[in-house]
């Protein structure tokens, strides 16, 4: 597998525009979640899907924060509009659930580096 | 969510173990403890997981004391890149959300 495949690697833009952030979870897995970087804060988790329908959102930081997940293979996340503050490294990760299982391994994304201008 | 405590940073040199100790007093009793491990600019990895006592891969060993309120990752012989930060969480699985504190820095040098 190719594992998790994130879209585009590096973004730049300005303050006020609409930036859509893309991933493709491992195919089979039933879990997705969209995390957030930054030096002052950490890695923070903003959303998480199980088989397409988001389970716990209460990380998104604010309205200008959306996330969607169309199907089992692909997964959005859109900010608008952005503003500088938004500037991080955005991570896509899947996982799948196994009953009875041990806590699941989470496989991450290579991110999605993006600087609001 | 339980939280956890670990040193922000440690050095050590290569071909030296290296023990990096976790604490998490309020670990419940489903808790599974998890370490991950990031190199810049790529997303964490996960290197072992325990519930109890001992856990070993080819990676590293995984130390979990009977009232499992900390653990301590171990790495044998480290090497220059073994050099990311080492994450530690605890949780429960059936897709419950990873929390991820600050973690630890580990440089090895020469």
């Known amino acids: 597998d190719a594992g998790v495949i994130q879209s585009p690697r590096h973004e730049v833009t300005e303050m006020g525009q609409e930036v859509t952030l893309r991933c493709k979870p491992i195919s089979g897995h039933d879990y997705l979640f969209w995390y957030r970087q930054t030096m002052m804060r950490g890695l923070e988790l903003l959303i998480y899907?199980?088989?397409?329908?988001?389970?716990?959102d209460s990380g998104m930081p604010e309205d200008r924060f959306s996330a969607k997940m169309p199907n089992a293979s692909f997964s959005t996340l859109k900010i608008q509009p952005s503003e500088p503050r938004d500037s991080a490294v955005y991570f896509c990760?899947?996982?799948?659930?196994?009953?009875?299982?041990?806590?699941?391994?989470?496989?991450f994304g290579p991110g999605t580096r993006l600087l609001v201008l | 969510l339980a939280k956890t405590t670990q040193p922000i940073s440690m050095d050590s040199y290569e071909g030296q173990e290296v023990n990096i100790t976790c604490s998490h007093n309020?670990?419940?009793?489903?808790?599974?403890i998890t370490w991950y491990q990031q190199f810049p600019s790529q997303g964490p990895r996960f290197i072992i997981q325990g519930y109890k006592t001992k856990v070993t891969n080819e990676v590293a060993s995984l130390f979990i004391p009977a009232d499992r309120k900390s653990s301590t990752l171990s790495l044998p012989r480290v090497s220059l890149s073994d050099t990311a930060v080492y994450y530690c969480?605890?949780?429960?699985?059936?897709?419950?959300?990873?929390?991820f504190g600050t973690g630890t820095q580990l440089k090895v040098e020469l």
């Open positions: 990760a899947s996982s799948l659930v196994l009953e009875f299982s041990t806590q699941e391994t989470q496989y």
């Open positions: 309020n670990i419940a009793t489903n808790d599974y």
């Open positions: 899907f199980n088989n397409n329908v988001p389970i716990d």
């Open positions: 969480l605890v949780g429960r699985g059936g897709g419950n959300k990873l929390t």
